[in-house]
């Protein structure tokens, strides 16, 4: 139901826009949410917003300072957008879907295939 893209190979400094087209018949309802996971580390929550983009949450003000979140609901789409990307930023995104806004992976209950961001120094 989600499918990602706009993963890729970045150099430290630059910025990536990840999108996610969502075909859940309940998105317009649902908030969003982008997860990463890195080799050997817990899936953690990048950024999520509300159903109706009124509020958005992101892992931690490093983040935030530097990462966007949005929603198109009439396209369905949900987007992310890092700038003055790190090496550790390097990570397999996921986009993901569910009742509530939330940090917690098990509050979402579908999921995209993940995109591969890496980022290089």
């Known amino acids: 139901q989600l499918q990602a893209s706009g993963g890729g190979e970045v150099q430290a400094g630059g910025s990536l826009r990840l999108s996610c087209t969502v075909s859940?018949?309940?998105?317009?309802?649902?908030?969003m949410a982008w997860f990463r996971q890195a080799p050997g580390k817990e899936r953690e929550s990048v950024a999520s917003?509300?159903?109706?983009?009124?509020?958005?949450?992101y892992l931690d003000s490093a983040v935030e300072g530097r990462s966007t979140i949005s929603r198109d609901n009439a396209r369905k789409m949900v987007y992310l957008e890092m700038n003055s990307l790190k090496p550790e930023d390097t990570a397999v995104y996921y986009c993901?879907?569910?009742?509530?806004?939330?940090?917690?992976?098990?509050?979402?209950?579908?999921w995209g295939q993940g995109t591969q961001v890496t980022v290089s120094s």
């Open positions: 859940a018949i309940t998105f317009s309802n649902d908030a």
């Open positions: 917003i509300r159903w109706n983009g009124g509020r958005t949450l």
């Open positions: 993901a879907g569910g009742q509530y806004m939330r940090r917690n992976q098990y509050d979402y209950s579908y």
